[in-house]
């Protein structure tokens, strides 16, 4: 039905950048929300960004100013560019959309789509 595919983690020193993308395929009719989450071990999910079909964005507190969500609709493309990265940006990041999608011949809509996951690694 739907795949996501995300990229762009690694490893990298306080104070450096990771650009994310995450992208969409499969029997897509349309893309809602997109998002992005992260976790630490133990720790609940949060919410990092997320982004509407209109363009509009809402970030955690925590990376306001530093990180920026954008989106290529044509590319059914979500990227999250993470600037001033802190040791305490550590976390698997996650990528989350909202798609209404074909399935068998009818038009179904799935808020939470999860991505695999990709692993963010800041050292201080």
């Known amino acids: 039905q739907v795949q996501l595919v995300e990229s762009g983690g690694g490893l990298v020193q306080a104070g450096g950048s990771l650009r994310l993308l995450c992208v969409a395929s499969?029997?897509?009719?349309?893309?809602?929300?997109m998002g992005w989450y992260r976790q630490v071990p133990g720790k609940q999910r949060e919410l990092v960004a997320t982004?509407?079909?209109?363009?509009?964005?809402n970030y955690a507190d925590s990376v306001k100013g530093r990180f920026t969500i954008s989106r290529d609709n044509a590319k059914n493309t979500v990227y999250l560019q993470m600037n001033s990265l802190k040791p305490e940006d550590t976390a698997v990041y996650y990528c989350?959309?909202?798609?209404?999608?074909?399935?068998?011949?009818?038009?179904?809509?799935?808020?939470?789509?999860w991505g695999q996951g990709t692993q963010v690694t800041v050292s201080s």
């Open positions: 499969g029997s897509i009719f349309r893309i809602n929300g």
């Open positions: 982004i509407t079909s209109g363009g509009n964005t």
């Open positions: 989350n959309v909202d798609i209404t999608y074909y399935d068998g011949g009818y038009i179904r809509r799935k808020s939470d789509y």
